[in-house]
Structures are given as structure tokens and as C-alpha cells.
């Protein structure tokens, strides 16, 4: 399946290369966008970018699209075949159109990548189609690329300047949760939109990157794997939900977020294995114990939520929903603190005094995260969220500041290393 998919993009690439190939060799920037149904976006698109790349720039559009049921892939092939983009739009600008026609649907961040793996730009930019991404900061981008050889270029909601309009609350929780995951539990706190999905960088930097096709955000994985090797420019956006089209995201998000926690987790057993330096080596420490202990976290919110979910809905009980979440907090703390010992931490000694004493002090700093789980799912219930959504939020905010409590108080660790 996978090789007769492959085969369709080199197809596509080959076809298109008869045509363009003259343009290749010093294009400066690709434009990767991913598509899925995006019919009412992708024409827009195109040329409002076309109209805010500088005329010196020679630019690819690449189209991703996993043969959209509402034509987006014939849209834009139609639309780059009419509109002659070959056409020099100075005496030193040009721009093609690429689109890569995949099959099946094989998931944004593989869609991302094909797209990446068939352009020939030296400078990369990766944006989505439905507007949230506003082609007006292309220029800013490029001449951030310009500037430095070894940056990556992030357009960022969360940097000062930046915002969001007309996210969904529910949305905006489980965007900022994951991000403050990443940013405390990966260590890349000094950026602040990891998980963004509108960023530049040179071609050069994806050297040696091997990507998990299970991960959730390339660039969040850029950051963790070229930490310090890359310097990182955040562009304040304001970051616009779609007018047009639905997310296809929201189901998966959550999902896809522990599956890239744990490829980072494993990444991170792999480079302890192979130490360079004893800075490196403490922060692959770092960075292994957090994804660890944040997949651990995150299989208590599996507990948390199931059993909270049956004591309330009438399978187990029909419980106050806050009373079936205190049960859901006190069983879930217990899995994970026995889970932290063992795996997180690999605490050998479980003597009864200290297995109890550290217990107690887990407990502790787990009842600071009640405080703010309660609280958190109260408000959001009675502000009108759903149950659930509400408790995944607030299980994810209580999480974030129990792991550097615990990792000095509970198991005697420094806080870095
Ligand atoms: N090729 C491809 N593109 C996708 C897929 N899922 C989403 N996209 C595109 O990725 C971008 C972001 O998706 P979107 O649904 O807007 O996610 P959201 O902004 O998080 O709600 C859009 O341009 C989508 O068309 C996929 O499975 N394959
Ligand atoms: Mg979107």
C-alpha cells in the first residue's frame, strides 16, 4: 500500500519536473501545504500568496492533498495548469505550483513530510490552507530566513503580540495544555508555540532528523532533536479559525499528542545511550524523565477519566460528577505514583517508612493539582463545557507543576539532570 503511494508522489513529481525543472536549482523557498477537502480554500489561497511573496524570491507551492473527496487535489492542479506560474514574475522571481496527489489518507504530519521530501527549495515553510495561517507574514518569514542560516521561523500565537480569534474554548484548553506540556516537559520552555504548525526553517537543519510518522507536530520535534544546534524567531499572528471547511483534528488531537510523547520518550532513551557531553547528557536525562513521567500522567488521565466517566453515567454508580471525579483523582494518584516509582524515577528502595514517606509527599503535591483540577472542572462545567472535555483540561493543567515537585521532593532528584 505504502509503495504504490510512494510510487503515485514520484509520478506526480516527475510529470510536474518536465515542466518546471528549469526553475529548480535555486529555488529559495518551498511552500508546503497539506489539504484535505479544502475546495473552499485552496484557489484563495494560492493567489493571495502569490500576492505577498516578494517578486525576487523564487518560490514552490507544494500542494499535499490525500485525494480530498471534495476535489481539492483536481482544484489545484487544474488552477496551477491554467495560471501559467512559470512565468518569470520579474527578471529574477518565479513561481510554481506543485501538487502531490496521495491516494489514501495517511495523516497530516506523513502528508507534511512527503511534501517536504519532494521540494527542492533550500529554505522550507510549512503553512495550513484554511487561513488560520495568514499568508501576510510570508514576507516577515523570509527575511528572518535571510537573516540567519540556522533559524527556525515560527509563527506563534502565543508569543507577546500574538493571539487567537474564534477558537473554540474547548480547543484553545487542549492547545494550550499540550503546549505547556511541551514546552515544561521537552524542555523548550524559551519557545512559546512549540506545537505550531505555521514555520520556516533551511532545509539544512532537517539533516539527520528521523521523523516518527506517528508524531503529532514536526516542529515540535525539530525542537527537541536540534535543541542546540538551532536558534528560534517567533513572528506574533494572530491565528483565525476557518471560515470555511471543519477541522479534521479535533477527535484525534488528544491521541496523537501521547503517541508523541512517547516517541520523544523513546528518543530520549536512545541519546542517553550515547552521551556526547554531561550538559547532553542532563538533558537527555531531563527530557527522558519528563516524557515518562508525563506518558505516566497521561495513562492516569485514561483512569481518571474512565473511572470518573462510570461512576457518573450510571455504570458503576450515578455519582454527583463531582464526587466520582474526587474517586477518579484518588485512584488515578495512586497508579501514578506507583507507575513514577518503578519507571519514572527506577526508585529501588521500597522499604515501607520511605516507600510511605514518599507516598505522603506525592499525595501532597497531588492535592495542590486537586485544587486546581476541581476548581478547573467546576468552572468549566458550570460555564456550559461538557464533563468530559472539562476534565481532560483540568487533569492536564494539574499535571504540569507536579513533575518538578516531585522530581526534587518525592524521589531526591535535582530539578535538572
Ligand atoms: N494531506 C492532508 N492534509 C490534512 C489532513 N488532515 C488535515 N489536513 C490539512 O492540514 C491543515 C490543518 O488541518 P485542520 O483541520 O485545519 O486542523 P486544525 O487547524 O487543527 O483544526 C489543513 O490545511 C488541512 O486541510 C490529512 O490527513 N492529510
Ligand atoms: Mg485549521
Known amino acids: 500500500m505504502r509503495d504504490q503511494r510512494t510510487a503515485e508522489i514520484v509520478q506526480t513529481r516527475r510529470e510536474n519536473e518536465t515542466s518546471h525543472n528549469e526553475e529548480a536549482p535555486s529555488t529559495f523557498l518551498s511552500i508546503v501545504i497539506p489539504t484535505y477537502n479544502e475546495s473552499e480554500n485552496i484557489i484563495r489561497l494560492i493567489s493571495e500568496i502569490t500576492n505577498w511573496v516578494p517578486q525576487d524570491i523564487r518560490t514552490e507551492i507544494l500542494i499535499v492533498d490525500d485525494n480530498s473527496p471534495d476535489g481539492t487535489g483536481s482544484l489545484a492542479s487544474e488552477y496551477a495548469l491554467e495560471n501559467d506560474f512559470d512565468i518569470a514574475l520579474n527578471n529574477s522571481g518565479a513561481l510554481t ?153 479535533d477527535l484525534k488531537v488528544s491521541i496523537d499528542f501521547m503517541k508523541a510523547v512517547w516517541s520523544l520518550y523513546k528518543y530520549g532513551r536512545r541519546s542517553l545511550r550515547r552521551p556526547e557531553n554531561e550538559e547532553n547528557r542532563k538533558s537527555v536525562l531531563f527530557l527522558s524523565k519528563a516524557a515518562r513521567f508525563f506518558t505516566v500522567g497521561a495513562s492516569g488521565l485514561i483512569v481518571n477519566f474512565l473511572v470518573s466517566y462510570l461512576l457518573s453515567n450510571g455504570t458503576l454508580g450515578s455519582l454527583w460528577y463531582i464526587q466520582a471525579t474526587a474517586i477518579g483523582i484518588a485512584i488515578s494518584i495512586t497508579t501514578n505514583f506507583v507507575l513514577n516509582k518503578i519507571w519514572t524515577f527506577e526508585d529501588k528502595d521500597f522499604s515501607a517508612v520511605h516507600s510511605l514517606k514518599q507516598y505522603g509527599l506525592f499525595l501532597l503535591f497531588s492535592s495542590l493539582g486537586i485544587t486546581i483540577q476541581l476548581t478547573l472542572v467546576y468552572v468549566l462545567v458550570e460555564s456550559g463545557l461538557s464533563y468530559n472535555l472539562s476534565l481532560i483540561s483540568a487533569v492536564a493543567a494539574a499535571s504540569i507543576s507536579n513533575f518538578m515537585l516531585n522530581k526534587k521532593w518525592t524521589f531526591g532528584e535535582k530539578v535538572w539532570g
Open 97 to 249: 505550483i506543485r501538487v502531490i496527489h496521495r491516494s489514501i489518507r495517511d495523516g497530516l504530519m506523513c502528508a507534511v513530510l512527503d511534501g517536504i521530501k519532494a521540494s527542492m527549495g533550500k529554505n522550507i515553510l510549512v503553512m495550513d490552507a484554511d487561513f488560520s495561517h495568514p499568508p501576510q507574514l510570508i514576507p516577515r518569514i523570509i527575511s528572518e530566513l535571510k537573516n540567519e542560516s540556522n533559524c527556525v521561523v515560527i509563527g506563534s500565537r502565543y508569543a507577546k503580540g500574538g493571539t487567537t480569534v474564534g477558537v473554540p474554548l474547548k480547543r484553545l484548553l487542549i492547545s494550550f495544555g499540550a503546549t505547556e506540556i511541551a514546552r515544561y516537559g521537552l524542555k523548550v520552555k524559551e519557545v512559546r508555540d512549540p506545537m505550531s504548525g505555521f514555520f520556516a526553517l533551511p532545509r539544512h537543519i532537517l539533516k539527520d532528523i528521523e521523523f516518527s510518522t506517528q508524531g503529532f507536530k514536526i516542529l515540535l520535534e525539530i525542537l527537541v532533536k536540534k535543541q542546540s544546534y538551532v536558534t528560534v524567531k517567533e513572528i506574533p499572528y494572530t491565528f483565525t479559525d476557518r471560515k470555511y471547511g471543519n477541522s479534521k483534528l
